[in-house]
C-alpha cells in the first residue's frame, strides 16, 4: 500500500541514506496525508522535523537558505483538493539541492500520459533528488502501492529500499488476485483507453464545477472540497446525502483543523452527469436550508 511505502521511505529518507549520508531537515506540509504524518516521529529519531503551513513556499525557502540539507514532505495531489506548487519546488531544487519526497495517491492514473500522475509529469523523469510514493489502490483500481527512486549508483537505492525498508522487509504481500489486478490495470495504462477514461473524468470535473461551487473550482484535479464548517452539520449533509444515494467522505479534525469540517468528493470517470446533477440538486438544496 502506499501508506507502507511511506513507512518504507520516510525513515531511510530522514537517516540521511538519501541526502548523502546527512540527515536533512525534515520539512512537512502541515495537509500532507495522514500515512505521512504518522512517519513524523519515526524521522524525529533520526533528523529535525519541522510542520509548515499548507504551501508556503516563502517559509520553505528560507529553510533552503540556512540549512544545508532540507528534505520537504508532501502530497502531489492534496486528498482534502488542492495542489503542490510542483513547479515551484522543483525551481527550489534547482536552486538549493532541495529533495522532494511526494505522494500521490490521487494524481496517478487520473492525470499525465499513461497515468504517471501530476509530478511525473511535470518532472518528465524521476531524479535523484526526489522520490514519490503512490497507491495502486486508489485512481489504480488494483491493490498495492509504488515507491520511484531516482536511478543513482546502479540501483543502489533500490537495494537499500529492498533491504532496509521496514514493511517491504517483512511479509507484507500483495495477494495473488491483487497481482492479477494490477497487471491488467497496468495493461490498461498503457493502452489507448486510459485517455479516454482521463477525459471523461475531466468532462464530469468540468461538469460538477459548472453545477457546485467549491475553492477547488477549475482546477481540473478529481478531488473536490466542499467547505461546511461545523462538524454536526457535515454529518448531517453526509447523512442526508446517503439517503438520497450518494456516497461522500465527510471530513473533520484531525484530519483537518477542528470548525472546518466538510465534504470530500471523488470524481469518477464512470458517473453519468444525470447523477452528477441530481447530486447537485441534492447538496445545492442542503446547503441553501442551513443558511
Ligand atoms: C489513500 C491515501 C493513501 C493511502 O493509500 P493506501 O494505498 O491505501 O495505503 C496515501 N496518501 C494519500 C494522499 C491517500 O489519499
Known amino acids: 500500500s502506499c501508506a507502507a511505502a511511506a513507512a518504507a521511505s520516510l525513515p531511510l529518507l530522514a537517516s540521511g541514506a538519501l541526502t548523502d549520508d546527512v540527515a536533512p531537515l525534515m520539512v512537512?506540509?502541515?495537509?500532507?496525508?495522514?500515512?505521512?504524518?504518522?512517519?513524523?516521529?519515526?524521522?524525529?529519531?533520526?533528523?529535525?522535523?519541522?510542520?509548515?503551513?499548507?504551501?508556503?513556499?516563502?517559509?520553505?525557502?528560507?529553510?533552503c537558505k540556512t540549512r544545508p540539507r532540507v528534505a520537504y514532505v508532501a502530497d502531489g495531489v492534496y486528498s482534502?483538493?488542492?495542489?503542490?506548487?510542483?513547479?515551484?519546488?522543483l525551481q527550489l531544487q534547482d536552486k538549493y539541492g532541495l529533495f522532494l519526497f511526494f505522494d500521490e495517491a490521487h494524481g496517478f492514473s487520473t492525470?499525465?500520459?499513461?497515468?504517471?500522475?501530476?509530478?511525473?509529469?511535470?518532472?518528465?523523469?524521476?531524479?535523484?533528488r526526489t522520490l514519490i510514493v503512490t497507491s495502486l489502490n486508489k485512481g489504480f483500481g488494483a491493490s498495492g502501492g509504488a515507491?520511484?527512486?531516482?536511478?543513482?549508483?546502479?540501483?543502489?537505492?533500490?537495494?537499500?529500499?529492498?533491504?532496509?525498508?521496514?514493511?517491504?522487509t517483512w511479509s507484507q504481500r500483495i495477494n495473488t488476485a491483487g497481482l492479477g489486478a494490477i497487471i491488467a490495470s497496468a495493461a490498461i495504462h498503457r493502452s489507448d483507453a486510459l485517455p479516454q477514461l482521463q477525459n471523461r473524468l475531466q468532462d464530469n470535473v468540468r461538469y460538477f464545477d459548472?453545477?457546485?461551487?467549491?475553492?477547488?473550482?477549475?482546477d481540473g484535479l478529481p478531488i473536490r472540497f466542499i467547505s461546511i464548517g461545523s462538524e454536526d452539520n457535515t454529518i448531517f449533509f453526509a447523512k442526508s446525502l446517503l439517503e438520497q444515494g450518494f456516497y461522500t467522505s465527510p471530513i473533520f479534525f484531525p484530519v483537518i483543523a477542528k470548525g472546518r469540517?466538510?465534504?470530500?468528493?471523488?470524481?469518477?470517470a464512470n458517473l453519468r452527469q444525470e447523477d452528477i446533477r441530481r447530486f447537485a440538486t441534492s447538496l445545492n438544496q442542503l446547503k441553501a436550508d442551513h443558511e
Open 80 to 89: 482534502t483538493g488542492g495542489q503542490a506548487p510542483v513547479r515551484e519546488l
Open 111 to 128: 492525470l499525465g500520459r499513461h497515468g504517471r500522475g501530476l509530478v511525473l509529469e511535470e518532472m518528465g523523469a524521476i531524479n535523484d
Open 147 to 168: 515507491i520511484f527512486l531516482g536511478p543513482r549508483h546502479n540501483h543502489q537505492r533500490h537495494n537499500l529500499a529492498t533491504r532496509f525498508g521496514g514493511p517491504i
Open 261 to 268: 469540517a466538510g465534504l470530500r468528493i471523488m470524481i469518477r
Open 28 to 63: 512537512f506540509d502541515k495537509n500532507a496525508h495522514f500515512c505521512l504524518n504518522l512517519m513524523k516521529p519515526i524521522c524525529a529519531d533520526e533528523a529535525e522535523v519541522v510542520t509548515l503551513r499548507h504551501n508556503d513556499l516563502e517559509a520553505l525557502e528560507d529553510l
Open 210 to 218: 459548472e453545477l457546485i461551487e467549491s475553492d477547488s473550482r477549475g
